[in-house]
């Protein structure tokens, strides 16, 4: 079970740090998914502090466990924020963000069996 955890922790660790490259270097995607929720654009760094640590704790949590679901607990509630912001903006392109939720609700799950 350790492996499945790792596995999944490592590649959504991988998919976050990835994001918060883009918002960082204020990748034109993003700036335009955030333009279409209505997220101010300078505060977008905010956001990829958040997935930069949902990276490190699913990261961190394959070798202390409780760190491991925290982070994926923080993944999942910083997800569930990205599809209401889409839902509220009238934007539907939410699959993408409840699939990332969805990876991160596995890891939830996955990191405490795997201990």
């Not at 492996?3 to 883009?22: D, K, M, T």
């Not at 955030?34 to 070798?63: Q, Y």
């Not at 994926?72 to 699939?99: C, E, Q, S």
Request: glycine share 6%; net charge positive; aromatic share 8%.
């Amino acid at each position: 079970m350790f492996i499945a955890a790792a596995i999944v922790s490592v590649l959504l660790a991988l998919v976050l740090a990835f994001s918060a490259v883009g918002k960082l270097t204020k990748n034109a995607q993003q700036v335009e998914s955030m333009t279409n929720v209505r997220f101010p654009v300078d505060k977008m760094w905010l956001l990829a502090i958040a997935e930069l640590a949902g990276a490190a704790g699913l990261i961190a949590g394959l070798f202390w466990w409780p760190i491991g679901l925290a982070a994926a607990v923080g993944v999942i509630a910083y997800f569930l924020g990205a599809v209401v912001m889409h839902l509220r903006a009238n934007d539907k392109t939410i699959a993408p963000a409840g699939v990332l939720m969805l990876v991160a609700v596995v890891a939830a799950i996955l990191v405490p069996i795997a201990a």
